[in-house]
């Protein structure tokens, strides 16, 4: 006698069609309630786990408090992380502001153009002489790029200090959601993994993956970009170039660029001092450069993401430009987070399908 085949609209076929379009269209409203607020949860996602290792040593001197520990865990980024930082956006607003006025000045008053001809009498010259460059105004788009620069950064951190409701409310949020990352953090984090219809092993590589690849992107972009924005800005200040601080600030971000870094911020700023008659201070600038700049960036990079991420720096570098098109700022994280858990998965399907 033979088996009658199961009918197609079975109870359990109907079950799993009716749950699945109502918790896809459950999390659809749960997403857009989540939108308004995704960016102060982002960051405090990410503070959180930048500060894990220090949350951990906190719990172990406290016996394991979670509570006790959260609270000291997010008055400690409060004070030392989130107050300097909005003290920086208000001095990079206010110089930045300044580097705008005194742009605009030094061309009316001709200080630029006479530095220009000072700077074009040297072998520049014959190089703008090139038939290719010849067509180019090259003057013209180096004070409209000092121009566009200074006042479009102005705008921005302007705007950003303008909306202060929004920013303050934005900063309660973030504390607030600290708070529970915190104190909750990592049962939120091992229930996520555990939903994952994978192996413990893929569940567990992929954990790995993903912390390892935020440690080396936290690590071996963010602190060294900071690192070479802090050293931009010293060296500005002791060889007295203006605007320190906006200059530093410029440097760290030219330092998440994989050519050139840094040292667009620090060489023309030798260079000036060079041409205004400063020789030995320019030349000194250009040494501090090489040496503590960009120097280190050269060895400390490689080692810190080759150790932690485990994927090549020419790939990490694409992930974060293609991040930063993408995503915006939260982009240089998410990116090489996205390519690491790509190549995971190709190598789980290699495993548990390709290979059979």
Not at 210 to 223: Q, R, W
Request: charged share 10%; net charge positive.
């Amino acid at each position: 006698m033979s088996r009658q085949p199961a009918p197609f609209f079975s109870r359990a076929t109907l079950f799993g069609a009716v749950f699945f379009s109502l918790f896809i269209y459950i999390l659809y409203l749960a997403a857009r309630l989540v939108a308004p607020l995704l960016s102060p949860l982002l960051w405090a996602a990410i503070l959180a786990l930048a500060m894990h290792p220090m949350h951990e040593w906190v719990l172990r001197h406290i016996k394991n408090r979670r509570g006790l520990a959260a609270v000291i865990m997010t008055s400690f980024t409060f004070f030392l992380v989130i107050g300097p930082a909005i003290t920086l956006l208000i001095v990079l607003t206010a110089q930045a502001v300044a580097l705008y006025q005194w742009s605009a000045s030094i061309i009316q008053s001709g200080q630029l153009a006479e530095l220009w001809n000072r700077f074009n009498a040297s072998f520049v010259d014959k190089l703008l002489a090139h038939p290719a460059l010849a067509t180019l105004d090259v003057k013209g788009m180096a004070i409209k790029a000092l121009g566009d620069v200074s006042s479009g950064l102005a705008g921005q951190l302007g705007g950003l200090l303008k909306n202060t409701l929004v920013f303050l409310v934005d900063i309660s949020i973030m504390l607030i959601a600290l708070f529970f990352f915190f104190r909750d953090g990592e049962s939120y984090y091992n229930g996520i993994i555990d939903l994952l219809p994978f192996s413990k092993r893929h569940k567990e590589a992929i954990s790995h993956k993903i912390t390892g690849t935020f440690s080396a992107v936290i690590n071996g972009v963010f602190l060294i970009a900071l690192l070479q924005g802090v050293m931009t800005g010293v060296g500005f200040f002791i060889f007295h170039i203006p605007f320190a601080i906006f200059w530093g600030f410029l440097a760290a971000l030219f330092a998440l660029l994989p050519v050139g870094g840094a040292a667009l911020i620090w060489a023309p700023g030798a260079l000036y001092l060079y041409l205004t008659g400063s020789f030995l201070p320019g030349i000194l600038l250009a040494v501090w450069g090489v040496l503590l700049v960009s120097l280190p960036d050269n060895f400390l990079k490689p080692l810190i993401i080759g150790k932690q991420a485990n994927i090549s720096t020419f790939i990490l570098f694409i992930a974060l430009l293609g991040g930063i098109q993408a995503f915006g700022f939260l982009g240089i994280l998410f990116g090489p987070i996205i390519v690491t858990l790509v190549t995971l998965f190709i190598q789980i399907y290699h495993e548990e399908f390709a290979e059979q």
